[in-house]
């Protein structure tokens, strides 16, 4: 049993010296925020490594999405996943849009394009799916149905950063990408967060409504509001930016060790990818019934594994903010599924132990 509690996840941190030494010149300049020089460094660095064309950094990833739905300027309803973190849904009403939701496929968790068309009204505005666990949603069948109603659509894309499809960045998909850099993703800025697009006039929009809708000379030209990203958490991200191509290797690594401990156990599923490649980001069990996941919780927090229900309940059931919509699919996943540790410091031993618990069943 390890000595410390071994929880779903831990921040992969590059070492303290290598952060110190990028906040010695934020120091020496004395400038904290305001889309400071190592907000613009580290824009230019993910744009690069992730192949992206625009990408402006902001204060998190709940602000993305937001900040997604103001720059296209859309009111109305909004079809999306109850399968996710409330954030997505949250987002969608603060931007005072009315969330409808879609039932997921049960092999990939995402939304299913095929039931997308038929809650389709005069009052829909936009598509918000999410790569859920960072498994690449069927993008081509989800851009056919928006172009076909002339629909915007938003990625989720929280979970994102390092999933591929056609070879290229998923979070190329869209009219606009919304991802999240917090301490439990892939890669994090402690708090954090991105739009990224293909549009150039937007791109500049997101920029500005980032910045209390600034322009140039800071006439105020749009409906902003406080979006940026402070120097010291980019410090954080051009920090561990070094590292990201090693922790982005180890999660597949990890991810296919536990699979093939896991491989076989009777009536263990697991999350199917049929749409590009996944980062691997997570590692999602789906239990035969809520009984038997409750009682490997048990047992795993017992020996201080502390694995997370992501994603508990479907949203859709958190009926003091959302009107409840069927979503069958979701609603039994929901109760089903579990999240096991998945981090770059996991040890196999560690792993090892996971495995033997969640078959013991
Ligand atoms: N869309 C989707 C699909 C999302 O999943 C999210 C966020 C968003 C949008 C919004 O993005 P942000 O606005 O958050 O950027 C987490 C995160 O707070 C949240 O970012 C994330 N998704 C969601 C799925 O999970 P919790 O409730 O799991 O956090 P917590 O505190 O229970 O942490 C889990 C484990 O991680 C802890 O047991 C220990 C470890 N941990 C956590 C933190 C925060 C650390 O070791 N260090 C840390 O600093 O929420």
Redesign the pocket.
Known sequence: MPEKPV?????TLAPLEEYMEILKGVWERGILTHNGPLVVQLEKELKEKLAVDHFTIVS??????QMAIKALELKGEIITTPF??V??VS?IKWEGCTPVFCDIDPETLNIDPAQIEKLITEKTVAVMP?H?FGNPCDVKAIEEIARKHQLKVIY?A??AIGSFVDGTSVLHWGDIS?T??????LFNT????ACITKDADLDARLKRIRFFGHNEVKDIVEDGFNGKLTEIHAALGLANIKYYDRVLEDRKKKYNYYRSGLEGVPGLQFQVTKTGETNYSYFPVIFPSEEILLRVEKNLNAHNF?P?R??FPSVNLYNNIVGYQPTPVSEDIAKRIMCLPLYFQLKEEDMIQIINLVKEG
Do not use: M
């Not at 999240?180 to 993703?185: I, P, V």
């Not at 402690?190 to 967060?193: K, L, N, S, T």
């Open positions: 929880y779903v996840t831990q921040p998190n990833g709940t602000i993305a999405l996710t973190w954030a997505t987002a999410v859920v989720d929280a979970h919304a999240s850099l917090h301490a439990t993703k402690a708090e954090g967060g502390f997370r992501y994603f």
